[in-house]
């Protein structure tokens, strides 16, 4: 009996697919770029900022072939799809924002544009989850996405990582900077705005 409580713990791993390992892999490279970016705030050392951007495209992999491993061996569920999106708003949504807070979006206004943009992320996935059954064609899969998929905060991430090297970082970020109401705002920061808003948008898009 006592063998029996200390396996249960394990039960739920025992269960897991081929796919949700790769689900987890992605949440695991999405952790690693936000510890990535608390390296570089502490040290100042742009690398962390390259090695944090190369996991979110690590991330994008692993997001990828979970989907193609769970059609090849027809077992996805459920489960899967909400590790899906756990691990997604980790590695799209929060560590996108937390670089480029670390890049030198840190004002007040630029605090609250970050997090509209997560907050975008989470609603997009959340509609997703309820609304993919209505938007699957023939065999169950999704033909078209309403609202851009949150992968594409990725091109923020792109556009961190040429900053970087540039040099374009904290107060020599692109477009500089305005005060407000005594509160500062970094231009780019709108981009994830921008991006946000496309998320929670009704424009619906293929699927390729």
């Not at 590790?83 to 996108?96: K, Q, R, Y």
């Not at 907050?119 to 169950?140: F, H, K, M, Q």
Request: hydrophobic share 50%.
């Amino acid at each position: 009996m006592m063998l029996n409580k200390l396996n249960k713990p394990f039960s739920m791993i025992r269960e897991f697919h081929l796919a949700d390992w790769f689900t987890l892999s992605n949440a695991v490279c999405g952790t690693g770029a936000l510890f990535s970016m608390l390296s570089y705030l502490q040290t100042s050392d742009v690398i962390h900022v390259y090695f944090a951007c190369g996991l979110l495209f690590a991330a994008l992999f692993f997001d990828v072939m979970d989907g193609r491993i769970a059609r090849w061996r027809q077992n996805s569920s459920g489960m899967g799809r909400e590790l899906d999106s756990l691990a997604d708003i980790i590695s799209f949504g929060v560590a996108p924002a937390v670089i480029g807070y670390g890049c030198g979006m840190q004002g007040l206004y630029d605090r609250i544009v970050l997090t509209y943009f997560v907050a975008c992320g989470v609603s997009r996935l959340a509609r997703y989850n309820i609304t993919a059954d209505a938007l699957s064609g023939e065999g169950g899969k999704v033909k078209q996405f309403e609202g851009t998929p949150i992968p594409t905060s990725l091109l923020l991430v792109v556009l961190m990582f040429w900053a970087a090297r540039q040099g374009a970082l904290r107060e020599a970020l692109w477009f500089g900077e305005f005060v407000i109401a005594g509160f500062t705002l970094h231009p780019l920061v709108l981009l994830f705005a921008v991006s946000g808003s496309l998320m929670i948008s009704r424009i619906r898009f293929p699927k390729f």
